[in-house]
């Protein structure tokens, strides 16, 4: 069964970076669609980037695109998302998803979950 731990969370003022990583076991993560979520309370788990299982394709919402970047390396079975030029809108929760197939931008098509990191964006 495949098992997923998020790291990379923190603190960052507006403008600044971060970088997350998702730590895939139990499975290549050239199997699955590789997807970041993101949750503020009260509300739904957003969609915000995926890549897909074959690493040609990407997806990313529009509230972060020419922001973030999401990738993957099949040596270390890890998903990065890098994000440049954060906002305090960006705070929130991140989870890293995977599915197999293709990429889908709703949480309910995701099989397996991490714990979730979070991204607090102030100053």
């Known amino acids: 069964q495949v098992q997923l731990v998020e790291s990379g969370g923190g603190l960052v003022q507006p403008g600044g970076s971060l970088r997350l990583s998702c730590l895939i076991s139990g499975r290549t993560i050239s199997a699955y669609t590789m997807t970041w979520f993101r949750q503020i309370p009260g509300k739904e788990r957003e969609f915000v980037a995926a890549?897909?299982?074959?690493?040609?394709?990407?997806d990313y919402a529009d509230s972060v695109k020419g922001r973030f970047t999401i990738s993957r390396d099949t040596i270390l079975n890890t998903a990065n998302l890098q994000m440049n030029s954060l906002k305090p809108e960006d705070t929130a929760v991140y989870y890293c998803?995977?599915?197999?197939?293709?990429?889908?931008?709703?949480?309910?098509?995701?099989?397996?979950w991490g714990q979730g990191t979070q991204v607090t964006v102030s100053s």
């Open positions: 998803a995977a599915k197999r197939g293709t990429i889908g931008t709703a949480a309910f098509e995701y099989e397996a």
């Open positions: 890549i897909l299982w074959s690493g040609t394709e990407r």
